[in-house]
């Protein structure tokens, strides 16, 4: 795991102002692995993939991306050096239509990390398919969903940070997310998943990291966690 | 039952696209009423249009008989209804005790008044809402430094502090961690039920819902798909189709478990 | 009238549009992407102007008339993007996150500077440049002579608006700014150098100005005041269109300029004041201009603002100190002394007035000058054409700012953030073009002369009881008022507009009330200003004065209620000791601005406030 670890963080302290919020954080990523990131909201689940983002001011620690240091690197660096980020508001451009929000997506292909065209993701989202002209403020949240995950894959990411994809959205809608993901599973891309929705993570996880105030308190296989009713308990309160 | 709410045949369209099509619905005395639909279904809309932050295109609502269809937000609260927001607003720059001194300084129409200090006035009916919801430690704190569980339950002072006899709650628990969600949902139940208040909600998250609301209206693009009680809810093939799924269901199925 | 005669002031209408056009678009750009009312845009036009001036002159001896002329144009043009782009990468990226406020003041440190840098390599005279190559006749329409390079201006405008819909919609850099327009972070986030986009955006919007300057050059001669007298007007097109929008730019130029054009043919004083008179009709009826987005934006207050507390022991008792000594000043200090102290009275109740609609309402208003200005001219007005006695003539005065300050305020509440500042600044074009413009009532340019006190106050002593016993009621008024409900339902209106709904507030019924209270005390400082300096003149009314009271709150604070007070103090003792020394103070008052803004948005106030809390916590 470790020598295959395409995503690896360590020490990763964050701070908005004064007030510290990531305390030591460490975490890995294996190649082709699903690794969910599972707490309560305001553990620091957002914060820490905005940090490895670089899309905080004050942030410590080391990151690095397939052996490139990714500290210090503003964040469209960090992008294009190959790590996505998908973020849980969404965060579609409303004014632009759907082909133009995938446009700004867009990088030149990398190697060793899956290729993705327009056609590709309309195969793997039919529904965006159907309305490459619409403007992005008018599509359903569920819509916009598949959009900001698109749009991100358009950078031919070697891994993503995938932040909340479930939140808000109904729970057919959920369901249909989950299909996606494992699809993108399939295809080889490496996900850091950040989830407060247990029963979401646990579908397509592999394993799991908890955060709690801040701290990762607990890593495991998906398969021990669910088998741990007290760390989910503690930590999850489900 | 005597009805607090009556929205009849409510319809709103953003240029061509209809939001909301003729929905109607009955909030009944003491109630919880949760509205539940796919993200884009007119939750919020129809939410917007009757606490009066949009005006709709046609149909009427009534509160406790009389019309109150188009009035704006303000006149609607002096007609005893209170609002708690998606994203929690609060006066940010003032202290927690002060947001709510405020609502107290609207009530008994003192706004325009130059002379006396703002911060003595309606202190302790103010600090007595505050130790309700449960943050009166936190009532000389900025609001704006609150953790986010918190400023949701300054928010729910806010709103209780003119007694209202409707609270408007459009996805109360969203941003919040599980336990919180729980916390915050049993608070207000509890609080509304021991005033006789009436409450309309609207929420995604399946646990809170089926845990406390009495009525269920289920809304997808515009237009209702079903009406009823939790059960009959759950139990809807139409609503299990489009919107729960089998996931939701079996949310749903728990929290009326933990419930009973 | 000839229907030809009516085509031919249609032609010029659309020269001009053309023309307002090219300054508004690249203004509504910059402001689409980075949300910053760039003041500095009219400065750019202005240096086209003068690059092109001598451009034209080096290289039409060099290359030869037409291709030297015709080439000079787009290198000054390029070259005023240039200076856009050093402004972008020194100032704007460092305000990008700043308040509304803070960037339309730093833009404005902009344009004090330039204008002085222009002064001086330029001079003070009108330069004419040459005329046009290949364009220098008339071509004869329905009988009528009409100047052929006006047809070359008239092609620019749409030319331009053709260019820049493919750049915009055909291109991946169009795309990636037109989602930057929206969240500069996310495309950030998606691997765009976003930090670049601005400023290619801003190379962009400087080139189109310096384009309208140098086109501009046949026309009119190279002057240092095209500077100001070109931005509000670009402002009102900009607002008109919809802030951002270029197409809407577009129909607001052509709007604007026809209106002008055949205006000057009805009513030829109205031309100063008409574009200010549309803009406020417009915002009425579409707050958001023709094809502008509503802002979403709530909330309106400023980082760092806090929670109001009263007064402690030590600060009443600093603040009976300093009453103490100012009741005392005058007999230890002279008459020269005793002019500045109520000079400083009178600047602080300005100040504050501004600050209880902008700290506590969250309302910036870029016009404040105009109800000073009111009242001062009210008083004036009084004592010279009714020959009425100074106590009767400041009683005047604060009516006269606060009914215009009502009237005006009517409008103004409508709106919020930078609409709402824009349409103050308008205001206060109007009432100063007024002044300027109707000579027999108001003396024009020259103002009125010889307003002096009553017979009892005319000794300087008496003047300073006088003004410190009027603005200090006033200020204590305000004060009160800041910390009583109507103060704090202001500020709940600042910190969540939908939250003051929710609790039975209405919001817009306050801020006018606010907006005439705030007129009122500044018609209030006015007055007495006109009796202390014995004159009045249209400069008290206009932008440079609007800015001065915002830099000196600005100076002490807009987050502390003894900001403004503290920063109307040293704006006007630095003015008072720096100005005689220097032929710079544009240029020094606007490096202050530049400062302050950068270094010091708490102001000084906030400043000492900030020291003093973490010291308190730290003990």
């Avoid at chain 3, 004041?273 to 802002?295: D, H, I, N, S, Y």
Wanted: aromatic content about 10%; charged content about 15%.
């Amino acid at each position: 795991m470790t020598d295959a670890s395409v995503l690896k963080v360590e020490g990763l302290n964050a701070f908005y102002g004064r007030a510290h919020i990531l305390f030591d954080v460490a975490l890995e990523v294996g190649k082709g692995e699903v690794v969910a990131l599972l707490g309560r909201n305001g553990a620091g689940k957002s914060t820490t993939l905005k940090s490895i983002m670089g899309l905080l001011a004050e942030v410590r620690g080391t990151r690095s991306l397939d052996g490139q240091n990714l500290a210090r690197l503003p964040s469209f660096r960090i992008a294009q050096s190959g790590l996505g980020y998908v973020p849980e508001e969404r965060r579609i451009f409303t004014g632009l239509t759907v082909m133009e929000n995938l446009e700004v997506g867009r990088q030149p292909p990398r190697q060793g990390a899956p290729e993705w065209t327009p056609e590709k993701l309309f195969a793997l989202f039919p529904n965006l398919a159907e309305m490459r002209d619409r403007p992005g403020g008018r599509m359903s949240g569920g819509e916009q969903q598949m959009l900001t995950i698109a749009r991100t894959l358009m950078g031919n990411p070697r891994a993503i940070l995938l932040d909340e994809p479930s939140e808000g959205l109904a729970p057919v809608i959920v369901e249909q997310m989950a299909r996606t993901i494992a699809e993108l599973k399939r295809e080889g891309l490496t996900v850091l998943l950040s989830e407060q929705n247990l029963y979401f993570a646990k579908e397509l996880s592999d394993r799991a990291y908890v955060i709690e105030g801040g701290r990762i308190r607990y890593q495991c296989t998906m398969a021990e966690l669910m088998a741990d009713d007290a760390v989910r308990h503690a930590y999850l309160t489900i | 039952m005597t009805a607090v709410l009556e929205v009849d045949d409510l319809r709103k369209a953003f240029g061509g696209v209809v939001a909301v099509d003729r929905v109607s619905f009955t909030v009944e005395a003491g109630k919880l009423f949760a509205i539940i639909g796919p993200n884009g279904a007119g939750k919020s809309t129809c939410f917007n249009m009757v606490g009066g932050q949009l005006p709709p295109d046609a149909g009427r609502v009534r509160l406790g008989g009389e019309d109150i269809t188009g009035l704006p937000p303000r006149r609607i609260w002096r007609l005893g209804v209170g609002r708690t927001f998606q994203v929690a607003a609060t006066f940010t720059a003032m202290t927690v005790v002060e947001n709510v001194q405020m609502a107290f300084i609207s009530h008994r129409r003192r706004l325009r008044a130059l002379i006396p200090a703002a911060r003595r006035l309606y202190r302790d009916e103010a600090m007595a809402v505050l130790e309700r919801v449960g943050v009166a430690d936190q009532a000389e704190r900025q609001c704006g430094l609150l953790a986010y569980g918190d400023i949701k339950r300054v928010e729910l002072a806010i709103a209780l502090a003119h007694e209202p006899r409707l609270l408007l709650m459009d996805e109360p628990t969203a941003g919040m961690a599980a336990r919180e969600r729980i916390d915050l949902m049993a608070l207000t139940a509890e609080i509304v039920r021991e005033r006789g208040i009436s409450v309309l909600f609207t929420e995604h998250d399946m646990d809170v819902v089926f845990a406390h609301a009495d009525t269920l209206l289920v809304l997808d693009r515009g237009r209702t798909v079903a009406t009823g009680t939790p059960q009959e809810v759950r139990e809807n093939p139409e609503v299990q189709r489009i919107y729960l799924g089998g996931a939701g269901v079996a949310a749903a199925q728990r929290a009326m478990e933990a419930r009973a | 009238m000839d229907p030809a005669f009516f085509f031919i002031q249609f032609l010029s209408g659309l020269a001009s549009a053309s023309n307002l056009f090219l300054i508004a678009c690249g203004l509504t750009i910059i402001f689409g992407v980075t949300r910053i009312v760039n003041f500095a845009h009219g400065s750019f036009y202005m240096l086209g102007a003068y690059f092109a001036y001598t451009l034209t002159q080096q290289m039409m001896a060099l290359l030869g008339d037409a291709l030297g002329f015709w080439l000079a144009l787009p290198i000054a043009a390029v070259a005023v993007g240039l200076c856009a782009v050093v402004m972008e990468l020194i100032l704007l990226r460092r305000i990008y996150r700043s308040h509304e406020l803070f960037q339309l003041l730093a833009t404005f440190g902009v344009v004090l500077i330039v204008q002085d840098l222009v002064q001086e390599v330029w001079g003070p005279e009108e330069l004419f440049g040459p005329r046009a190559p290949g364009f220098t006749s008339f071509v004869v329409i329905f009988g009528f002579r009409f100047p052929e390079y006006q047809l070359v201006l008239i092609a620019a405008g749409p030319l331009v608006l053709g260019a820049l819909w493919l750049l915009f919609n055909r291109t991946r850099w169009g795309t990636l700014v037109r989602a930057a327009t929206q969240d500069r972070e996310m495309v950030g986030a998606l691997g765009v150098n976003q930090a670049r986009l601005f400023t290619g955006v801003l190379f962009l919007g400087g080139f189109l100005a310096g384009l309208a300057g140098a086109l501009q050059l046949p026309v009119e001669p190279a002057n240092p005041f095209m500077d100001v007298n070109i931005i509000a007007e670009a402002f009102v097109v900009t607002v008109i269109g919809g802030m951002g929008n270029v197409l809407g730019a577009f129909l607001a130029a052509l709007i604007i300029a026809q209106l002008q054009a055949f205006g000057i043919l009805v009513f030829p004083e109205i031309t100063l004041v008409l574009p200010f008179l549309v803009m406020a009709l417009v915002l009425v009826v579409r707050p958001w201009g023709l094809l502008g987005k509503p802002e979403t934006s709530t909330s309106h207050g400023f980082a760092g603002d806090r929670p109001l507390r009263p007064l402690s022991r030590t600060q009443q008792a600093l603040v009976a100190a300093l009453i103490a000594v100012l009741l005392l000043l005058p007999l230890v200090v002279g008459e020269y002394s005793q002019k500045l102290a109520l000079e400083v009275f009178i600047y602080a109740l300005f100040a504050f007035s501004l600050n209880f609609i902008m700290g506590a309402g969250g309302m910036v208003s870029f016009g404040h000058a105009a109800y000073f200005g009111l009242g001062g001219y009210g008083a004036a007005l009084l004592v010279h054409h009714l020959g009425l006695n100074m106590e009767l003539a400041i009683l005047a005065a604060p009516i006269a700012a606060g009914l215009g300050a009502l009237l005006f305020g009517w409008f103004v509440v409508r709106l919020s953030g930078v609409y709402l500042a824009m349409l103050t600044l308008a205001f206060a074009q109007i009432v100063w073009s007024t002044a300027f413009q109707w000579v027999e009532l108001t003396g024009g340019d020259n103002g009125l002369i010889g307003i002096w006190p009553s017979q009892w106050a005319s000794d300087r002593t008496v003047y300073y009881y006088l003004t410190l016993l009027v603005c200090g009621a006033a200020i204590a008024f305000l004060w009160r008022a800041s910390h009583a409900p109507f103060g704090y339902t202001l500020r709940a209106g600042r910190d969540s507009t939908v939250r003051a709904d929710a609790i039975g507030i209405d919001l817009k019924r306050h801020q006018w009330l606010a907006f005439a209270l705030a007129g009122t005390c500044a018609g209030i400082a006015g007055g007495m200003f006109v009796f202390s300096k014995g004159n009045i003149d249209p400069g008290s009314l206009a932008i440079p004065t609007s800015v001065d009271a915002l830099v000196m709150v600005l100076l002490g604070g807009i987050q502390t209620l003894t900001g403004p007070l503290v920063g109307g103090a040293v704006f006007h003792l630095l003015e008072a000791y720096i100005l005689p020394l220097t032929d710079y103070w544009r240029a020094f008052l606007g490096a202050v601005i530049l400062v302050l803004v950068i270094a010091f948005p708490m102001g000084l106030a906030g400043f000492l406030r900030d020291r003093l809390t973490r010291e308190e916590s730290a003990s």
